[in-house]
């Protein structure tokens, strides 16, 4: 089955600073690679998602990038700010999140130092 | 629409005991998931169903895990008898299609 390592677990940066995540995925047959941002006492939320057919997505802060051949995808959030400071996952899954249920890393645990 | 809901928030309950865990998915979505967060395991997809139809429950952890889908607005997860160790959150999520998976806002279960 697949398998998601995820680093570092934990990050700390002063506001305003970049973050970036890193993950590795191991089945070549992982199509869809979702990031979750989850903040205490919540489920987690997506944030941005991406499909194996392009190498890159942004949304305002926050971009994701994806390696296939590599087998590796990493969230980049700029200009970093309080509210962002929360637990991120990266996952994978062959076909998309409705279709078979996702494989998570182990989480990241981001803090935006004042 | 109010998104994924799960109920009960928090359930405190003795070994040996049985446990529901209940959740309504996001109308019109046709895949529900039923996931498990602990510290040392992260999230753990238990078992998901499509169209109201279990499709994969290999990470349900033992034979005391049963999870129905009478209706496609309703969904269990029912560990008989409960153990200590399966205190953990538990979290629904539902999606259509491939689409974006939405999470509930868990059952925080505790066995004592």
């Known amino acids: 089955g697949e398998n998601v390592e995820q680093h570092p677990s934990t990050l700390s940066v002063q506001e305003g600073d970049s973050a970036v995540i890193k993950c590795t995925y191991s089945?070549?047959?992982?199509?869809?690679f979702p990031w979750y941002k989850q903040e205490l006492g919540k489920g987690p939320q997506l944030i941005i998602d991406?499909?194996?057919?392009?190498g890159e997505k942004k949304d305002q802060r926050i971009a994701v990038t994806l390696n296939k051949t590599a087998k590796h995808f990493s969230l980049h959030i700029t200009e970093t700010q309080p509210e962002d400071s929360a637990v991120y996952f990266c996952a994978a899954s062959p076909a998309g999140g409705g279709a078979d249920g996702l494989t998570f890393g182990k989480g990241t645990h981001l803090i935006i130092q004042p | 629409d109010a998104g994924v809901i799960q109920s009960p928030r928090h359930e405190v309950t003795e070994m040996g005991q049985e446990v529901t865990l209940r959740c309504k998915p996001i109308s019109g979505h046709n895949s529900l998931f039923w996931y498990r967060q602990t510290m040392m395991r992260g999230l753990e997809l238990l078992i998901y169903f499509n169209n109201n139809v279990p499709i994969d429950d290999s990470g349900m952890p033992e034979d005391r895990f049963s999870a129905k889908m009478p209706n496609a607005s309703f969904s269990t997860l029912k560990i008989q008898p409960s153990e200590p160790r399966d205190s953990a959150v538990y979290f629904c999520?539902?999606?259509?299609?491939?689409?974006?998976?939405?999470f509930g806002q868990g059952t925080r279960l505790t066995v004592v």
């Open positions: 999520a539902s999606s259509l299609g491939i689409n974006e998976a939405f």
């Open positions: 991406i499909r194996s057919n392009v």
């Open positions: 089945d070549s047959a992982s199509n869809y």
